[in-house]
């Protein structure tokens, strides 16, 4: 199974821009707490679409709450979440809309990230497949 994310015909134009943007975000991040992109094009009626990893799983704050994690369970998942934004922002992105329904845990219990549609790309030196290395971010 995959997930797809395909514009509506009536939103098409603005959410063109938005899907090619995302597209090129997540073709560039390869960590195993970031969904990953498996494809993206256009739909025989001009559609722009992303195809993606399917992750079967629920928010991060429903997964505590129902198993009752204790403090411990609960920052480790949290440490994947930071692993998964430090990633990215070494890459140069900021995904700007971290929040629990962006962030899943599978029912094998990993943590993914979702949803870069509102994403940004820092700086003049982030080109793709490029590492930010140890290089500061802007504030």
Do not use: W
């Not at 369970?73 to 930071?82: G, H, I, K, M, S």
């Amino acid at each position: 199974p995959v997930a797809l994310k395909i514009a509506r015909a009536a939103a098409r134009a603005p959410l063109a821009a938005a899907i090619a943007t995302e597209r090129d975000i997540l073709a560039r991040l390869s960590h195993p707490h970031i969904a990953h992109l498996y494809d993206a094009g256009l739909t025989a009626d001009g559609r722009p679409y992303l195809v993606m990893e399917y992750v079967e799983g629920e928010p991060i704050t429903v997964h505590c709450a129902e198993r009752r994690l204790g403090l411990a369970e609960r920052v480790a998942l949290l440490q994947d979440v930071c692993a998964a934004v430090d990633y990215a922002h070494r890459h140069l992105v900021v995904h700007r809309d971290l929040k629990p329904s962006n962030v899943l845990v599978s029912t094998d219990g990993t943590v993914k990230l979702l949803d870069f549609g509102v994403a940004k790309v820092l700086g003049p030196e982030a080109t793709e497949g490029g590492d930010a290395g140890s290089r500061t971010m802007p504030a």
